[in-house]
């Protein structure tokens, strides 16, 4: 892996790390890898130690937030890893 030069964040072989910093002792492991082309998105998330995968692929590149993958993904994952089953309602 290679450090990022952000605290608590890694790169490993193209795949973001974020590992817990002691400010969020109970956060998990987040593993994640997004791109896009030609107008498409994709985002990959993974926490490990809780066995949770989330993929997402659309054909709508962004959105006036940013990545429409990105944000769906990194939703799902903060809602399946408090131990909510996902919806579309907004949070945070």
């Given at each position: 892996?290679?450090?990022?030069?952000?605290?608590?964040?890694?790169?490993?072989?193209?795949?973001m790390?974020?590992?817990?910093?002691?400010?969020?002792?109970?956060?998990?492991?987040?593993?994640?890898?997004?791109?896009?082309t030609?107008?498409y998105?994709?985002?990959?998330?993974?926490i490990?130690?809780?066995?949770?995968?989330?993929?997402v692929?659309?054909?709508?590149?962004?959105?006036?937030?940013?990545?429409?993958?990105?944000?769906?993904?990194?939703?799902?994952?903060?809602?399946?890893?408090?131990?909510?089953?996902?919806s579309?309602?907004?949070?945070?």
């Open positions: 892996h290679a450090e990022t030069g952000a605290s608590h964040l890694n790169v490993g072989l193209s795949w790390i974020a590992d817990p910093s002691p400010t969020e002792p109970g956060r998990p492991r987040l593993l994640w890898h997004n791109g896009g030609g107008g998105a994709s985002f990959v998330g993974l490990p130690d809780r066995g949770i995968a989330v993929v692929l659309t054909n709508t590149a962004l959105n006036l937030q940013g990545s429409v993958a990105d944000e769906v993904g990194t939703k799902l994952l903060k809602q399946l890893s408090a131990g909510r089953a996902p579309n309602e907004d949070d945070e």
